[in-house]
C-alpha cells in the first residue's frame, strides 16, 4: 500500500519540481485525473445554455484537472499552493487564470461572482496540521465559507476526495454544511475496491428540489480507474444537511426565578401591565425551561 502523500510533507513540499514532473507524465494519472475531472464537471450540472462560465479548479496542479473545463467551453481560476505544480501548467500552457494560494487562508474573491468549482484530489490536505499554527477546523472553516460567499446562489462545487478515515470524511462535510451549503456525498462504484470514489456534492444555499443529489455510479468501473490512495472503507452518506440550528443558551441567569421577578418589577415600573407574582413564578420546570 503506497503511503498517503498528505502524511509524507506538506503539498508545496512533496509536489516539489521533481515530483510535479513524474505526477503529469504519468499516463495512469493522467487518465485518472481527467476522468475524476469529467465526471465532477457533470456533477456540477450546469446549464445547458451555450454560455461559458466561469468556474475554480481547487488544487489545480499542473492544470489535469483545468483542461476538461476547458474543453468543454468554460473559462476558468486555478489556484494552487505548490509553485512547481504550477510551473508545469505554466509550460503545458493551459488556458486558466492560475494563482499561487493556500486555500486553508481563504478565497479571495468577490462575492458570488463564482459559477461552480472543482476540487480533484486535494481538499484532504486541509485535514494536516503542517505548521503550528495551522489548527484543520478553523482551515476548512475559512476555506469553505470564502468558498460560500464567491459562489452564485445555486451554485454547485464538486470535491473529489480521499479522507484518510471517517474523522477526517466527518470534519470535511460538517465544515461545509456549517458555511451555509447543503448537499451531500455521492459514492460512485461503492463495491469495487479498486475505483471507488467518492464526491462531496454542494450547493451553495438551503436544500431544495433542484438540488436533489445526483446518482453514484454502480458497478466495478473501469479498469483504469483504480484509487491511488487507500482510504478506510466506512462510509458515511450524508445528503441534504444543512447549517445546523445553533443551540439556544440558557443559562441560570436567564432563567432563575430572581431573573424573572426582577424582569417583572421592570415591566411593572414601565407601566406594562404584568400577571401577579405567585409561588410558581420562575419555578424550575422538568426539562430545564
Ligand atoms: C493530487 S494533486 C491534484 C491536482 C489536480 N487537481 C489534478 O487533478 O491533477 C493535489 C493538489 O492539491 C494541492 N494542494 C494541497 N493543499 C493545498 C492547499 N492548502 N491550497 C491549495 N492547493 C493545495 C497540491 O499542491 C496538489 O497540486
Redesign the pocket.
Known amino acids: 500500500m503506497a503511503a498517503r ?1 498528505e502524511l509524507i510533507a506538506p ?2 513540499i ?2 516539489n519540481d521533481t515530483e510535479a514532473r513524474k ?1 503529469t507524465s504519468s499516463s495512469r ?1 493522467i487518465d485518472i ?1 481527467v476522468k ?2 469529467e465526471r465532477a464537471l457533470e456533477m456540477l450540472a450546469l446549464p445547458d445554455d451555450g454560455v461559458p462560465k466561469l468556474l475554480l ?9 483545468g483542461e476538461t473545463l476547458s474543453e468543454n467551453g468554460h473559462q476558468w481560476i486555478g ?4 509553485q512547481s ?1 504550477l510551473d508545469v501548467a505554466v509550460e503545458r500552457e493551459v488556458d486558466g487564470d492560475l494563482f499561487l ?4 487562508q481563504g478565497l479571495g474573491f468577490r462575492p458570488g461572482v463564482i459559477d461552480g468549482a472543482i ?4 481538499v484532504q ?2 485535514c494536516n496540521a503542517d505548521k503550528s499554527c495551522h489548527e484543520p477546523r478553523l ?1 476548512l472553516k475559512a476555506f469553505f465559507g470564502s468558498l460560500y460567499r464567491c459562489l452564485a446562489k445555486g451554485a454547485r462545487a464538486i470535491f473529489q476526495l480521499y479522507p484518510e478515515n471517517n474523522a477526517q470524511r466527518e470534519l470535511i462535510y460538517d465544515s461545509a454544511m456549517r458555511a451555509g451549503f447543503s448537499g451531500g456525498v455521492v459514492v460512485d462504484y461503492p463495491n469495487s475496491s479498486r475505483s471507488k470514489k467518492e464526491y462531496l456534492v454542494l450547493t451553495c444555499g438551503p436544500p431544495s428540489l433542484s438540488t436533489a443529489l445526483p446518482k453514484g455510479k454502480d458497478g466495478d468501473g473501469p479498469s483504469d480507474y483504480e484509487s491511488d490512495v487507500d482510504g478506510e472503507e466506512t462510509m458515511v452518506y450524508v445528503s441534504d444537511r444543512h447549517r445546523p440550528q445553533k443551540r439556544q443558551k440558557l443559562d441560570e441567569k436567564t432563567t432563575g426565578r430572581e431573573w424573572v421577578l426582577g424582569r417583572k418589577e421592570k415591566m411593572r415600573k414601565r407601566g406594562v401591565d404584568v400577571p401577579d407574582d405567585t409561588k410558581y413564578t420562575g419555578r424550575k420546570r422538568k426539562h430545564g425551561f
Open positions: 502523500p503539498p508545496e512533496f509536489y505526477y494519472i485525473q475524476l475531472s479548479d481547487i488544487g489545480c496542479g499542473s492544470g489535469l484537472s489556484l494552487d499552493i505548490s505544480m494560494a493556500d486555500m486553508g476540487s480533484i484530489s486535494a490536505w486541509l482551515r
